[in-house]
């Protein structure tokens, strides 16, 4: 439909005072319908800056986090025992029990694992 025919036809269906009525009424409904998306949109980019914002912090942060956050655990590798005795055997090495090696750490949470003679002692509490 032509520009001038829709015109007449609304000219014609609404009255000067109406027609004045219903543009005033469709323009301020595209206004807030235009500040709702703009609106939107900011608070789409906002919420996108403050989360890669907090990824970069936690990727740069990661690696100083205390070691029992992350779950990972310390191992410290015993000597084998075929290492072990025959350093006994030149008299420089004293042997002790897993108690008495539990006993040196007293304040932290540490653990004997594996077959005997080829056990690993882990720390559980890594500290930095």
Do not use: Y
Not at 64 to 81: C, D, F, I, N
Not at 85 to 92: D, H, Q, T, V
């Amino acid at each position: 439909m032509k520009r001038t025919k829709r015109d007449d036809l609304l000219n014609e269906l609404l009255p000067g005072d109406e027609l004045a009525e219903f543009r005033r009424s469709s323009l301020e409904l595209g206004l807030r319908a235009m500040a709702a998306r703009r609106t939107r949109r900011q608070v789409l980019r906002t919420c996108a800056g403050c989360s890669l914002l907090l990824v970069l912090a936690c990727a740069l942060l990661w690696p100083r986090l205390p070691a029992h956050w992350t779950g990972q655990k310390s191992v410290v590798k015993m000597q084998e025992v075929a290492t072990a005795s025959s350093l006994a055997r030149a008299g420089s090495v004293k042997f002790i029990s897993d108690d008495e090696l539990m006993a040196l750490f007293p304040n932290r949470a540490v653990a004997l694992i594996g077959k005997p003679g080829h056990q690993q002692f882990v720390f559980l509490d890594v500290r930095r």
